[in-house]
Structure formats: C-alpha cells, structure tokens
C-alpha cells in the first residue's frame, strides 16, 4: 500500500495515542480527557493555534503551510465520543469505565488525525490553511451541529471539510465514497395511545388500547410499502411498545411506542413525519380513543459534495490504489451538519473482518493507521499544493 513513509514510522506512537484513548472512553459532550489529551499534543506539534471549548468540548488546531498565496483554508474533522455500551473484547487496553466503550471506532478517527496533525506540523509542504478540528457528541448529541453553531466556519474561514469513517467488513485500508446523499438523516418519534382501561374480562367496555397500538404499528409500515416512491428509501421501526399496566387481566389505559426514521430525501423526511401522525390519529380516532404523536428531528441527510468527492475519491486511489463506490447508509452521521455550511466530502476507510460497529466486540483495526493518515495529509497537500 503505497502510504507515505512517515505514518509507517509513526505507527506505533499512533497506536499508542488510539489505545489510550480507548481505555479511557468518554460519552457524548463529556469529552473532557480526552479534549485535553487532543489540545495537549497539537501544542507539542507545534500548531499555529490551538481553541478548546469549541461546541462545549470540542478542539480545533491550526497549521500553516510554508506559503498562503491564495488564502485557501480547508477542514479536517475526526469524531472523540464513546458509546455507552459494555465492552466484551478482553483486551489488554479494554475500557476501564464500566458501560462506556469505544464501540464505533473514534478513537481511532481522533487518533489517525492526530497523526496527519503531526505529520503536517512537521512539513508544512501546503499553500495555505488545514484546520483540525475533533468534535465531540457525534454519537446522538449532535457535536457537529454546536460547533458549527459555534461559529468555527466563519471563525477560521473554512472553506472545504473533509471526514472519514472506518467500515468493518471492507479490506483493511481500502476506500469507498459516493458523491449526494450517503448518511440518513436520523428521527425520532414518541406516541401516546390512549384509550378506556379496564378488565380484561369485559374489553366491550373498554377502549382497547392494546389492540390500538397493534394497528398503529402494522399501519406505520404501510409508510414505506403504499406511501413512499419505491426507490426512495424509508424506514420507520417501532422499538419500543409500552402500556400503562402490568397486569395479565387489565386492558391498559395507555400505550406508549418509541421508535425512529431514517429518510435520504427532504422530501421524504416531510412525508414520514406527517403520515406517522395521520395514521396515528386516524386509528386511534376508529377505536374512539387519541393520540399524541412528537416527532424529532435528529441529523439531516449527509450529502457529499460531487467536485470534492470526485477529487477525495482520486486521493484515496493514490494512497491505496482504488476506491470502490460506497452503498447508501441508513445510519446517521452528524458531518452532515458541516457539509450543510461547507461543500467537501466523508470516506470510508476498511477496518477488516472484525466484529460491526455498535458492537460489545468491536475493535478499531490499528493496521487502518497508515492508509487514513496518509488519505487526510494527502487531502491537504493534492489539494493546496505547495508554492
């Protein structure tokens, strides 16, 4: 794999940083050790800046190239949450927080960008600006979102961002992009059913709120079967249903179900929300009963950039040869929010025949180092090439 020489001789100091950081997870925006870890090693790099605090506790490091001809600016941005989820790898480095793991691989995002921080501190051989930034709450707190919010666009004049993402089951250290819409965008819904309670003896006396929260949820499949153009993606998922009463002989009050949306359009996402609560007040309204249906917006759909995906593409077939075309993604992904501000593009990067992501066995693959240091430092120098 031709990546450049300077990550293979990083490597273990870099594996080093990963597993530090993955014996010590940190959940949503309490980040707190391993921002300070993250601002303390881009100061000994010798970045131009260093600003932590950033979307609570998020880090953003400055570089300068040898040369600013052109005033170019371009983000690099790698995620530093945990998930609480209870590790069962028994690794020597496994997590020492009990229900806390790195489950989804950002320890080694935070720890690959370190090395590009490193490596690009070092040389410098770029016409312009890379600003690092390492987010915290992408898993559900929406980091990305505050940051932006934050104003970190308009602050360093980022003007491209760049993410990547590891993928078990891909090759170690192969590539697949796709330029649109690639993430889902990520909802959430909360329906109270309620009804007449009662002995489960007597149901004609009742209004069956049992029976009531069956229908609802058959019927909200009929969002993606009858309602949905076919090649329009949609799923709606009840997880969780819920009554009032424990009881083996009481017809419950109340039924609460849980559950979410994953839509790849506007268009569809508007859709969803809106026929999940037609169909909601329209069963319930059959059987005399009511509903109250909140709906939450979670992430948008994340959607490359077409020029800065063709371009991330070509960096990646020079660092490992080729890039596959990536499937659409019906997981969510809180970049999204970056490239609603910015035009740019987010990878994947292969971590191997290992456990999938969200899982109590999973393992970032230390041997992805090389190739995703190498894809971000290549970014910066293919792209603002020295003076």
């Not at 320890?107 to 770029?126: C, I, P, Q, V």
């Not at 697949?176 to 059913?193: E, H, M, V, Y």
């Not at 994953?262 to 996402?269: E, H, L, N, P, V």
């Not at 992904?333 to 971590?351: K, Q, S, T, W």
Request: net charge negative.
């Amino acid at each position: 794999m031709p990546v450049k020489n300077r990550f293979a001789e990083l490597q273990d100091e870099i594996t080093t940083w990963r597993r530090d950081i993955h014996e010590n997870p940190e959940i949503l925006f309490d980040t707190h050790r391993t921002s300070a870890l993250v601002a303390e090693k881009l100061k000994a790099f010798g970045c131009d800046e260093v600003v932590t605090g950033i979307g609570r506790t998020g880090v953003v490091g400055v570089i300068k190239g040898k040369t600013d001809s052109q005033g170019k600016v371009i983000g690099l941005r790698a995620d530093m949450d945990a998930l609480p989820i209870h590790e069962t790898t028994g690794l020597d480095y496994a997590s020492k927080t009990d229900g806390a793991m790195h489950a989804c691989g950002h320890d080694g995002h935070t720890a690959m960008l370190l090395g590009a921080t490193k490596y690009l501190s070092e040389t410098r051989n770029f016409d312009g600006t890379v600003v690092v930034i390492f987010q915290p709450a992408e898993e559900g707190g929406g980091g990305g979102r505050e940051m932006c919010e934050d104003g970190m666009m308009e602050r360093w004049g980022i003007q491209e961002v760049y993410g990547m993402h590891n993928w078990p089951g891909r090759p170690v250290g192969s590539f697949a992009i796709r330029p649109g819409a690639f993430f889902a965008a990520t909802d959430q819904f909360d329906i109270t059913l309620k009804g007449r309670g009662g002995h489960a003896a007597k149901p004609q006396e009742t209004i069956d709120t049992t029976v009531m929260a069956s229908q609802v949820v058959m019927t909200l499949q009929t969002i993606a079967s009858r309602n949905a153009d076919p090649v329009d993606q949609v799923v709606v998922s009840v997880t969780s249903f819920e009554t009032s009463s424990k009881a083996f002989n009481v017809i419950p009050q109340e039924v609460q179900l849980k559950g979410t949306v994953r839509t790849m359009s506007a268009a569809m996402r508007d859709l969803a929300e809106q026929r999940i609560k037609d169909i909601c007040n329209g069963v319930a309204a059959t059987f005399g009963g009511s509903a109250d249906v909140t709906y939450y917006r979670g992430y948008p759909v994340m959607v490359n950039h077409d020029e800065q995906t063709a371009f991330a593409a070509d960096v990646a077939r020079k660092v490992s040869g080729a890039c596959d075309d990536a499937p659409l993604v019906m997981g969510g992904e809180d970049f999204a929010f970056m490239l609603e501000e910015r035009p740019g593009a987010y990878i994947l990067v292969g971590n191997g025949d290992t456990a999938p992501v969200h899982h109590p066995d999973y393992n970032f693959s230390d041997e992805a180092i090389p190739a995703g240091c190498s894809w971000w430092a290549e970014i910066v120098e293919q792209r603002m090439p020295a003076a």
